[in-house]
């Protein structure tokens, strides 16, 4: 993948995207310590106390927890849709976290089913958030928002049905007005107590 393709992003993630930059980079991250679940975006990001990643199969979060360390902050932005044992998972994570922790999860709605290697499951805001709270997780300290929108949904099924992958953003064609009823994406934030 050249560094332009790497730049572009996917159209139903760039509202999702800036928000969850949003609130992330509004925190002190540089006295956290991180861990990334499937994934190494937020590395780049923030500037951590210390940052980790952790990947599947070789972690596998239905079964596994990082021996022996706690984080303030864990990411599992597009991995939930993936994982068979959701509670266990989410009880897992809920376990890596300290006290007063965080855990951002982004999760995809209305978009094409994409085996890696499996996809099992989509959330709706308050969908996500009652799973969160079925972790461990207190509902009043999550918060939530999802963004799509017919346009955005319709093309992500086109693409798919015609054999193609993502559509990724371009300003001048795509809207990012939202639209509650057709939901691309739905994002949490939890906090530990």
């Given at each position: ?70 984080f ?29 922790g ?29 799973l ?9 300290r999550c ?51």
């Amino acid at each position: 993948m050249s560094n332009d393709e790497k730049k572009k992003v996917q159209w139903a993630r760039k509202v999702m995207n800036d928000k969850t930059r949003e609130i992330v980079t509004a925190l002190n991250t540089e006295t956290m310590d991180a861990l990334e679940i499937s994934g190494e975006h937020w590395r780049e990001v923030c500037k951590w106390k210390t940052y980790a990643s952790v990947h599947f199969p070789a972690f596998d979060l239905n079964y596994d927890v990082v021996p022996h360390k706690t984080f303030d902050f864990i990411f599992a932005e597009q991995v939930l849709e993936h994982v068979k044992y959701l509670y266990r998972a989410v009880r897992n994570v809920y376990r890596m976290l300290r006290s007063g922790g965080r855990f951002l999860v982004t999760t995809p709605f209305l978009i094409q089913i994409h085996a890696h290697p499996m996809d099992f499951t989509r959330w709706t805001e308050d969908g996500i958030r009652y799973l969160l709270e079925e972790g461990g997780f207190d509902v009043h300290r999550c918060s939530t928002g999802s963004w799509g929108n017919l346009e955005c949904v319709i093309a992500d099924f086109r693409s798919c049905s015609q054999g193609l992958t993502w559509n990724f953003y371009d300003a001048d064609k795509h809207s990012l007005v939202n639209q509650r009823n057709y939901p691309s994406v739905v994002w949490a934030v939890a906090q530990k107590n």
